[in-house]
């Protein structure tokens, strides 16, 4: 399910943030609000030192020049606030940028090689003037000179939710280091790649949609999308099933198979590497954050080339099954008068536009479902009714949605789905008691950057199960915001594990007259232009 209080920290207006997390806030995560303090005190740093006529013993020769992105003689891109730290390494070097409070992300240029057994990545370097942290050579003590031999090593978790610390316990921590170039004698490549690595992990929340996809799939577009698939994705705490399931996905962005990192034991080596991923927001993409200004309706693009040729062998297999049918019994007239009828029908129903209902079984369940859905075909929907579970194959659920005119579901996890919607289509969200903020958030906000029109039908007291449990004037019913000040295992318990919707067929038939007028009309404004 998806963790509401968890993202509070950042979200404006939100009352659960504590005081700690509101403090980390205001002294600046981000590099627009960290690098003019940084520049003020080195200021103030630089105007101590001119007062003692020794600027040059203040900083080494080359330090100013790289403090101010200022490197072979031009400014970096670095200088820019709305550019990435990290933008551009030298060569030989490790760079962290860990200004996120939702992800930490380092970039390895050079000689990369993995080593799985110690959950470590090496950088062999002979960069000593330049380097982050020069290496000192020692006595000729073995002792010492293993010691001296690691010249920087940084920690990772490359999982995007680095402010939650249960979640973080389950990945795996990768060791970054950088050494000396001789001492890779000992630590030979096995297996030598042309292009770069993106090591990630499938552990955290993996197995929910909505993580699956905020924290994974979505991170993994945007870091990976601009090498256009010349990439090696090394995957830490591998699970088969994630693969099995998103693999298509990960075919479109990479031309190589992915590397189960703990389970591959060769030495692979890399010309580089970037460790952990970037995340934007819930479900989305910012595009002035992307090379060419990508958006989230570039990504439903990529979706459509990793999940059609699946498709369009589903739909083989289904041709060729109705052509054994048929070719065991009588070979009907195609002239006839059953067939014409039968066309006639099928004809009609793909004009419909067509409703697609994400079911929930347990909680949060539509109750009166089946009287919804004849109310939807009264109106002159082709309704289909989607009970997806975890095994259940994206390609199938793809099919439904993509060709879908409208989506109706209970918030939930499962409501990540919009994203397989075609933009300009209908989503229609029901929101449950106590809900909203989450609803709105997690996916109403993003249906509208994926283009698509968007109807949030908040219930009623009375259309929850809630109403037959509480009193009236309960604070359940009637003031939500109070139970959640109660905190996250209480609001989830009441409103998230038992409560289930009961439709206002009255009521919700509005929001379903306004969506079949649109789509209506959509369908035939499009009919007669292909005409």
């Known amino acids: 399910m998806v963790q509401y209080q968890r993202y509070n920290p950042w979200?404006?207006?939100?009352?659960?943030?504590?005081?700690?997390?509101?403090?980390?806030?205001?002294?600046?995560?981000?590099?627009?609000?960290?690098?003019p303090r940084f520049l003020h005190l080195l200021f103030l740093f630089l105007f101590s030192c001119s007062l003692l006529l020794v600027p040059q013993s203040c900083f080494p020769s080359n330090f100013l020049l790289y403090s101010f992105g200022y490197e072979n003689g031009t400014l970096s891109a670095e200088m820019h606030v709305n550019t990435p730290i990290c933008s551009s390494i030298s060569n030989g070097t490790i760079c962290?940028?860990?200004?996120?409070?939702?992800?930490d992300i380092c970039f390895m240029k050079g000689d990369v090689r993995t080593h799985s057994l110690s959950s470590s990545i090496y950088l062999y370097t002979s960069r000593n003037s330049n380097a982050l942290v020069d290496y000192v050579p020692g006595p000729n003590d073995e002792e010492e000179e293993n010691k001296e031999e690691e010249i920087q090593h940084e920690k990772i978790k490359p999982y995007s939710r680095k402010w939650e610390n249960s979640t973080m316990d389950t990945v795996s921590e990768l060791h970054l280091i950088s050494k000396r170039k001789d001492s890779g004698a000992r630590h030979q490549c096995d297996v030598k790649h042309g292009v770069p690595a993106v090591f990630f992990s499938t552990e955290g929340f993996t197995g929910n949609a909505f993580h699956d996809f905020n924290d994974v799939i979505l991170p993994l577009y945007i870091t990976s999308q601009h090498f256009n698939k010349r990439v090696v994705f090394v995957i830490a705490d591998y699970h088969?099933?994630?693969?099995?399931?998103f693999g298509d996905i990960l075919t479109v962005l990479s031309d190589y198979p992915p590397l189960d990192f703990?389970?591959?034991?060769?030495?692979?080596?890399?010309?580089?590497?970037?460790?952990?991923?970037?995340?934007?927001?819930?479900?989305?993409?910012?595009?002035?954050?992307?090379?060419?200004?990508?958006?989230?309706?570039?990504?439903?693009?990529?979706?459509?080339?990793?999940?059609?040729?699946?498709i369009n062998g589903l739909i083989k297999e289904e041709e060729e099954r109705e052509a054994r049918r048929n070719s065991k019994g009588k070979h009907p007239s195609p002239r006839s008068s059953e067939n014409k009828a039968k066309r006639k029908q099928k004809w009609d129903l793909i004009k419909k536009p067509k409703l697609a209902i994400m079911s929930r079984k347990g909680s949060r369940a539509i109750t009166n479902e089946d009287l919804l859905v004849k109310m939807a075909e009264q109106i002159g929907f082709e309704v289909e009714v989607l009970r997806p579970d975890r095994t259940t194959e994206l390609a199938k659920i793809y099919r439904v949605l993509n060709s879908s005119d409208v989506l109706v579901g209970v918030h939930g996890a499962a409501m990540t789905h919009l994203l397989f919607v075609r933009p300009s289509k209908v989503f229609i969200q029901v929101i449950p008691l106590g809900t909203e903020w989450a609803a709105e958030t997690y996916y109403g906000e993003p249906a509208v950057k994926l283009g698509l029109n968007y109807i949030g039908y908040k219930i009623l007291p009375r259309e929850s199960s809630l109403y037959d449990e509480y009193e009236k004037d309960d604070p359940v019913l009637n003031d939500p915001n109070s139970v959640h000040?109660?905190?996250?295992?209480?609001?989830?318990?009441?409103?998230?594990?038992?409560?289930?919707?009961?439709?206002?067929?009255?009521?919700?038939?509005?929001r379903l007259v306004q969506a079949y007028d649109y789509s209506f009309a959509k369908k035939n404004q499009h009919d007669n232009h292909q005409s």
């Open 262 to 310: 703990s389970g591959d034991n060769p030495t692979h080596c890399f010309p580089e590497a970037i460790v952990g991923l970037r995340i934007h927001d819930e479900l989305t993409v910012d595009p002035s954050l992307m090379e060419g200004g990508k958006s989230i309706k570039d990504f439903h693009d990529l979706l459509d080339r990793a999940y059609w040729p699946r």
């Open 485 to 510: 000040k109660k905190g996250w295992e209480f609001t989830k318990k009441v409103y998230l594990d038992h409560q289930n919707v009961r439709l206002n067929l009255e009521r919700f038939r509005k």
């Open 240 to 245: 088969d099933w994630w693969y099995s399931k």
């Open 96 to 103: 962290c940028d860990r200004s996120s409070i939702r992800f």
């Open 11 to 35: 979200k404006k207006g939100v009352e659960y943030a504590t005081e700690e997390e509101e403090s980390q806030n205001s002294l600046g995560f981000n590099k627009i609000t960290t690098r």
